[in-house]
């Protein structure tokens, strides 16, 4: 498939949906936006000024962690009581985001209740319609038996219909997030099928390969699920999970492998060499420019950029087009129930926001 074609493809499907504007509780599948705080002080800045609300189902309001004792951390400047309004006034439902010292919750036994107060007390007085739990990752027998009694725990604070409840999980489906006796609990799932590159791997890898490389001459970081594909056969096939209750991942940066100078090219003090950069202010601007060639991979069916003159540097990242199709798979090919994305800012240019465009387009029910 040529890239050519490829765009082809996007634009057709964009522009026979492009009269579509429905409001999101009219949309026919998901749409979840990861909304940190502190985008609000980013250049450019990024607020609920910015969030087209209309394009949007759920959004994930991230920054507020806590303490082994259960105790909430919310940062200065966390709160923004236009999020909630716009987003309520568009029937979209706003969820706190909760990360933290999960392992923190097995040294006391006062821990789990004295955090499930403060929630419902913090959540009540915000109008919060509900949690994601964000723990990366429980990878003991505790562990697991904690995330079981953190989910239960939670259901019954925040119970059905009036609170959402849903919980960020690795590709790979590690048996530590307890499947069988959590699901039936989580109103859904949220698969983060990215970071498949980065500092942490010895290669230059892609962040978010939609399809598997059988040529890829490393593991994927986050191996097994190491593609968009082969996480949806994982939850599906092996964890019995409902697609309905799953929604795909996608990247709204990438990753600046500034000593490599080729796909799967060893990458010399990746530690230190490896850049996260946004899609919005710096990636987009290099593509097919600047000294940047785009490529996009035939296999994997995502982009990445090399220098035009041969010099070092690799940027594995994602564009409108991969990532529309990432979206229009996953929410129609293999029928989950919607996509997320880390995270609004990430794809903010002062004045567009193009891979959210692509993503609202690619959720549109098919003519």
Same mark, same amino acid.
């Given at each position: 498939?040529?890239?050519?074609?490829?765009?082809?493809?996007?634009?057709?499907?964009?522009?026979?949906?492009?009269?579509?504007?429905?409001?999101?509780?009219?949309?026919?599948?998901?749409?979840?936006?990861?909304?940190?705080?502190?985008?609000?002080?980013?250049?450019?800045?990024?607020?609920?000024?910015?969030?087209?609300?209309?394009?949007?189902?759920?959004?994930?309001?991230?920054?507020?962690? %806590?303490?082994?004792?259960?105790?909430?951390? #919310?940062?200065?400047?966390?709160?923004?009581?236009?999020?909630?309004?716009?987003?309520?006034?568009?029937?979209?439902?706003?969820?706190?985001?909760?990360?933290?010292?999960?392992?923190?919750?097995?040294?006391? &036994?006062?821990?789990?209740?004295?955090?499930?107060?403060?929630?419902?007390? %913090?959540?009540?007085?915000?109008?919060?319609?509900?949690?994601?739990?964000?723990?990366?990752?429980?990878?003991?027998?505790?562990?697991?038996?904690?995330?079981?009694?953190?989910?239960?725990?939670?259901?019954?604070?925040?119970?059905?219909?009036?609170?959402?409840?849903?919980?960020?999980?690795?590709?790979?489906?590690?048996?530590?997030?307890?499947?069988?006796? #959590?699901?039936?609990? #989580?109103?859904?799932?949220?698969?983060?099928?990215?970071?498949?590159?980065?500092?942490?791997?010895?290669?230059?890898?892609?962040?978010?390969?939609?399809?598997?490389?059988?040529?890829?001459?490393?593991?994927?970081?986050?191996?097994?699920?190491?593609?968009?594909?082969?996480?949806?056969?994982?939850?599906?096939?092996?964890?019995?999970?409902?697609?309905?209750?799953?929604?795909?991942? =996608?990247?709204?940066?990438?990753?600046?492998?500034?000593?490599?100078?080729?796909?799967?090219?060893?990458?010399?003090?990746?530690?230190?060499?490896?850049?996260?950069?946004?899609?919005?202010?710096?990636?987009?601007?290099?593509?097919?420019?600047?000294?940047?060639?785009?490529?996009?991979?035939?296999? &994997?069916? #995502?982009?990445?950029?090399?220098?035009?003159?041969?010099?070092?540097? %690799?940027? =594995?990242?994602?564009?409108?087009?991969?990532?529309?199709?990432?979206?229009?798979?996953?929410?129609?090919?293999?029928?989950?129930?919607?996509?997320?994305?880390?995270?609004?800012?990430?794809?903010?240019?002062?004045?567009?926001?193009?891979?959210?465009?692509?993503?609202?387009?690619?959720?549109?029910?098919?003519?």
């Amino acid at each position: 498939m040529q890239y050519s074609v490829f765009a082809a493809f996007f634009l057709i499907a964009l522009n026979a949906s492009a009269q579509t504007a429905a409001l999101p509780n009219q949309l026919p599948k998901r749409l979840i936006a990861d909304y940190g705080y502190w985008s609000r002080t980013q250049t450019p800045p990024y607020s609920s000024d910015q969030i087209p609300f209309q394009k949007l189902t759920h959004i994930n309001h991230a920054g507020v962690g %806590f303490d082994a004792g259960g105790n909430l951390t #919310v940062p200065t400047g966390f709160l923004e009581p236009d999020l909630l309004t716009k987003a309520h006034n568009a029937g979209v439902k706003v969820m706190l985001l909760l990360g933290g010292d999960f392992t923190g919750l097995e040294t006391s &036994t006062a821990a789990l209740p004295n955090l499930i107060a403060n929630l419902r007390s %913090f959540i009540k007085e915000n109008a919060y319609d509900g949690l994601d739990i964000d723990w990366e990752y429980p990878s003991t027998t505790l562990d697991e038996q904690t995330f079981y009694a953190l989910m239960e725990a939670l259901r019954d604070a925040f119970p059905r219909p009036k609170y959402i409840l849903s919980a960020d999980v690795p590709p790979w489906g590690p048996p530590q997030y307890d499947f069988p006796q #959590v699901a039936p609990i #989580v109103d859904y799932y949220n698969l983060l099928t990215f970071d498949c590159a980065g500092p942490w791997t010895d290669d230059a890898q892609f962040n978010s390969p939609i399809f598997p490389d059988p040529n890829n001459p490393e593991p994927y970081e986050c191996e097994p699920g190491g593609s968009i594909k082969e996480a949806i056969d994982i939850y599906l096939t092996q964890l019995n999970i409902p697609p309905a209750k799953l929604n795909i991942g =996608t990247p709204f940066y990438g990753y600046f492998y500034r000593n490599v100078s080729a796909l799967y090219g060893a990458c010399k003090n990746c530690g230190n060499s490896v850049l996260t950069e946004n899609y919005g202010t710096w990636i987009k601007q290099r593509i097919n420019a600047k000294g940047w060639y785009s490529i996009l991979d035939q296999v &994997t069916l #995502v982009p990445y950029m090399l220098r035009s003159d041969g010099s070092p540097g %690799f940027i =594995t990242y994602d564009d409108s087009t991969s990532t529309f199709y990432r979206v229009w798979y996953s929410d129609w090919q293999r029928n989950l129930g919607g996509s997320w994305m880390w995270s609004l800012d990430a794809d903010y240019d002062g004045s567009s926001q193009d891979l959210l465009e692509a993503m609202f387009q690619a959720s549109q029910k098919p003519k």
